[in-house]
């Protein structure tokens, strides 16, 4: 007997804009992002060759390594991320654990992503141009010890 699913031929769910999020870490409530990438999980693999088999090639799970992840920000007077930033500088990393939501079109929350321990590893000043009527944008790279992903 076939088995049977709930889909259905032709039909599949709208994506979701990727306009639409926001960014969630605590004491941190002034920034408003225009970009968040690099949001990734990499397995390395470690391979082995079987005992008296040179063509066969085996493949172990390795060490997990989770990607820094990029936050573009529109400058304003709020110093929060920037002193986040310096804590690292300064040898007393605060570690937080920082959340993504992805909204949906009617701004109704469908998936975060918790990043475990994030703390920044990288600031980058706004770009200032004089010929350009462009909003000023910082650059703060986190880097994580591991993500949690929720879908309501």
Same mark, same amino acid.
């Given at each position: #007997?076939?088995e049977?699913?709930?889909?259905?031929?032709?039909? &599949?769910?709208?994506?979701?804009?990727? $306009?639409?999020?926001?960014? +969630?870490?605590?004491?941190?409530?002034? /920034?408003?992002?225009?970009?968040?990438?690099? #949001?990734?999980?990499?397995?390395r693999?470690?391979?082995? &060759? +079987?005992?008296?088999?040179r063509?066969?090639?085996?493949?172990?799970?390795?060490? =997990?390594? $989770?990607?820094?992840?990029t %936050?573009? $920000?529109? %400058?304003?007077?709020?110093?929060?991320?920037?002193?986040? #930033?310096?804590?690292a500088?300064?040898?007393? !990393?605060?570690?937080?654990? =920082?959340?993504?939501?992805?909204?949906?079109?009617?701004?109704?929350e !469908?998936?975060?992503?918790?990043?475990?321990?994030?703390?920044? !590893?990288?600031?980058?000043?706004?770009?200032?141009?004089?010929?350009?009527?462009? =909003?000023?944008? +910082?650059?703060? !790279?986190?880097?994580?010890? /591991?993500i949690?992903?929720?879908?309501?």
């Amino acid at each position: #007997m076939p088995e049977t699913t709930n889909a259905s031929p032709g039909t &599949r769910p709208n994506p979701f804009p990727g $306009y639409n999020f926001r960014f +969630e870490a605590l004491g941190v409530t002034e /920034a408003h992002f225009s970009q968040i990438s690099g #949001m990734g999980i990499k397995v390395r693999p470690i391979s082995w &060759r +079987e005992g008296g088999s040179r063509s066969i090639l085996r493949r172990l799970t390795g060490q =997990v390594e $989770y990607s820094d992840v990029t %936050l573009k $920000y529109g %400058l304003t007077s709020s110093a929060d991320l920037f002193n986040w #930033m310096m804590t690292a500088v300064d040898g007393s !990393v605060q570690r937080k654990n =920082v959340t993504i939501v992805q909204l949906d079109s009617a701004s109704n929350e !469908v998936i975060r992503w918790d990043l475990i321990d994030a703390w920044p !590893v990288q600031w980058q000043g706004a770009l200032l141009d004089a010929l350009d009527n462009a =909003v000023a944008i +910082e650059t703060l !790279v986190l880097t994580y010890e /591991a993500i949690r992903i929720q879908r309501t």
